[in-house]
């Protein structure tokens, strides 16, 4: 070997080191349905998290390490999760999972966070399968699908709306919704005038609609994501029911208002994170200046709640030291206390791992966007 190349391969392999020592060195997991019916969602919750966890690695990481976020599509499948999650933990070894997507898919994926001691932070969804009893490894940041429907019904109550339907998916997430919003409405002593599930995977509405429209239905409850829910406003309408379409959190995204269309105006959509506009929360205002500053536009309350996870994530990877394993970010996940978000406090002990309670209405208005 000449001398020029024996400087080509010490500059080499300066160079190569320089480029692993500056790669990110903290694994975190994530899957959801990338594409499929909950796509726009999961785009924008993740788009959410990105905006804090950029700035973070920007500025050097947590303890000099940067966080690398590996997202996996599961075409919102639980089974297709569930062996997302396999790869991430037994293969990648990712020291955590963070921003799943879906009530059944992220059951799914409870064996293997208790086989291998991973966390898993902010899964997107309010299942309270997932509060009670506490998963020890799982930690949620928003508030309840149950708290959600039951505001949605007193909230309709309130207004003199009595003829209330509900529809919903005939999973663990439906039942989830129809046990909240069969509490509110119990608390107007109300019962529903149509009480309709439907297969998640394949729904049919033209008979549910006919059976709406008939009850003379006033304000619909939808237990069901993205798409579904498009599909099933759109049947009700062809069926002559002008019934008020409500829905839950998991819908909070500019893309699910794109889809709706024309159906978009006055939809109620609940939601459990501030209004994005309302910069008198320092955690909007945040988001907002980075999501200008990267030229993203304008912020969704879906981006917002990835935002938030990403604030958690990141306080629990402080918390786990310059060596951050699994065992050592589930103790600092846990040893979360009062954290402030930007206006909004979360907690977590060993008995409870529920996060935030933050829940409000919003509806559809005429400029396609959600109004408080």
Known sequence: MN???????????????????????ILIGQTAGFSGQVAA????????????????NAKGGVHGQKIELTSLDDKFDPKIAAENARKLIEEQNVVALFLT?????????????????????????????????VRKYIFNVRATYQREAEKAMTHLASMGITRIGVVYADDSF???GVAGAQKGLAGAKLTPVALEKFDRAKPDFTPIAAKVAKADTQAVLIIASGSTVVEAST????????????????NASGGFIKSLGA????????????????VTYPMVKEAQELAKAKGAGDISPAMLEGFAAAKVLVEGLRRA????????????????????????????????????????LSIIGTDGKFRR
């Open 3 to 25: 001398k020029w190349q024996i400087q080509w391969t010490a500059a080499t392999a300066l160079a190569l080191g320089l480029a692993t020592a500056g790669h990110a060195q």
């Open 41 to 56: 969602g999961v785009k924008e919750t993740t788009d959410g998290a990105k905006l804090y966890i950029d700035m973070v």
């Open 101 to 133: 997507r879906g009530t059944p898919h992220t059951e799914a994926m409870i064996p293997l966070l208790e086989k291998h001691g991973v966390a898993l932070v902010a899964p997107s969804t309010g299942a309270m399968v997932l509060h009670q009893p």
């Open 174 to 176: 439906g039942a989830d």
């Open 235 to 250: 049947a009700f309408r062809a069926a002559g029911s002008a019934a008020q379409i409500v829905t839950l959190s998991n």
């Open 263 to 278: 159906n978009a105006r006055g939809v109620i959509v609940t939601q459990v994170y501030p209004n994005e506009r309302a």
């Open 321 to 360: 030291g310059p060596k951050p394993t699994r065992e050592k970010i589930h103790a600092g996940l846990e040893g979360i206390k009062k954290l402030d978000l930007g206006g909004l406090e979360v907690s977590y002990s060993a008995d409870d791992h529920t996060g935030l309670d933050f829940a409000d």
